[in-house]
């Protein structure tokens, strides 16, 4: 079983910069992917970015150049840094891990910490 707790949520201006961090505890495979997925009021969830184990990286278009995605394996953490913030990204933010490798992962969820970009 895996935990994963979120953190650093909050309010910023427009332009603005936040640090998210999740921190997963228990049974956590050496193969793995962490990333996190945001959802909007009234939106779907949507990916946002994810790194694996080894350090590759995707990133949904509409935040590259303003967020950068980064791990401490030895910590177990996944940070999200988030930088020139705009309105649009307000929303939800969920850390997820996909525990294992591709043929056989499982799938976990943080409960979430809130965004919010204003004007």
């Known amino acids: 079983q895996v935990q994963l707790v979120e953190s650093g949520g909050g309010l910023v201006q427009a332009g603005g910069s936040l640090r998210l961090s999740c921190v997963a505890s228990?049974?956590?495979?050496?193969?793995?992917?962490m990333g996190w997925y945001r959802q909007a009021p009234g939106k779907q969830r949507e990916l946002v970015t994810t790194?694996?184990?080894?350090?590759?990286?995707n990133y949904v278009d509409s935040v590259k150049g303003r967020f950068s995605i980064s791990r401490d394996n030895a910590k177990n953490t996944v940070y999200l840094q988030m930088n020139s913030l705009k309105p649009e990204d307000t929303a939800v933010y969920y850390c997820n891990i996909k525990n294992g490798p591709m043929s056989d992962w499982y799938e976990y969820w943080g409960q979430g910490t809130q965004v919010t970009v204003s004007s």
């Open positions: 228990g049974s956590i495979f050496a193969i793995n992917t």
């Open positions: 790194m694996t184990s080894g350090g590759s990286t």
